[in-house]
């Protein structure tokens, strides 16, 4: 790993490691990390090129950041831990715990997608349209670079084949909102495509941990307590 992770950590016990969605930091779980650390070690980290850590030089990816995971695990010793990913972040933990099964107690699956076709239509057409300005606006002006990359990322990953969910082991949990900004056959096609995978639908848009936590946290701890 080229770059050191920034990450906060909170409470003792079984850690649980969240990843956040794309743009955001780990601030994004500031409801989620102090009741879970009543029960766990949560360790909330900022991906790569997103809050405080770094951007390095190597390729801007989906894959990268699983690898840059793993890299942050293994320098804390940690060979197992609870996964709860959100968005861009739960697609990290998906290709993760497909890659790295071993590592992977728990698995939670929040506003996760396949690919960008997944994402609803009024999602995804302001992204693709501010990707494509920005890949010419990149050329001239360097500073429009990293926001192109975070776009970058929504346009064109990840790509992952419903057939490969079947590998899967761990107990997963798969949430996503009523009014999601990922599609609902979609949601219910990576649910059905994990064996034994819980799926809860919960009232609320994609950012339900952040605006509907009193609804999303009591289903994340029951989930992992089981």
């Excluded at 879970?36 to 030089?57: N, W």
């Excluded at 950041?65 to 293994?74: P, Q, R, T, V």
């Excluded at 995804?124 to 990322?153: C, F, N, S, T, Y």
Aim: charged letters at 20%.
């Amino acid at each position: 790993m080229d770059i050191q992770l920034n990450y906060t950590v909170a409470g003792q016990g079984f850690p649980l490691v969240m990843l956040h969605g794309n743009g955001e930091d780990h601030t994004y779980f500031k409801h989620q990390i102090v009741p879970f650390s009543e029960k766990y070690q949560v360790i909330a980290l900022d991906t790569r090129g997103h809050g405080r850590s770094p951007r390095g030089a190597a390729p801007f990816t989906l894959e990268q950041f699983a690898e840059d995971l793993k890299g942050f695990l293994d320098s804390r010793e940690i060979r197992r831990c609870h996964l709860l990913g959100f968005s861009d972040g739960a697609n990290i933990a998906l290709l993760f715990a497909l890659k790295y099964p071993d590592y992977v107690e728990k698995l939670v699956l929040n506003g996760a997608d396949l690919s960008p076709s997944g994402v609803k239509l009024s999602t995804q057409i302001p992204i693709v349209l501010g990707w494509g300005l920005l890949q010419v606006v990149r050329r001239v002006d360097k500073r429009a670079r990293p926001k192109w990359e975070l776009l970058d990322l929504m346009t064109t990953q990840p790509h992952i084949k419903p057939a490969r969910l079947s590998a899967l082991t761990m107990p997963t949990l798969v949430v996503a909102g009523e009014r999601d900004m990922i599609r609902d056959r979609h949601t219910r096609l990576i649910a059905k495509s994990i064996p034994g995978s819980v799926l809860s639908i919960l009232p609320g848009d994609h950012f339900i941990a952040r605006r509907n936590w009193q609804a999303f946290n009591p289903v994340i701890l029951k989930f992992l307590e089981s």
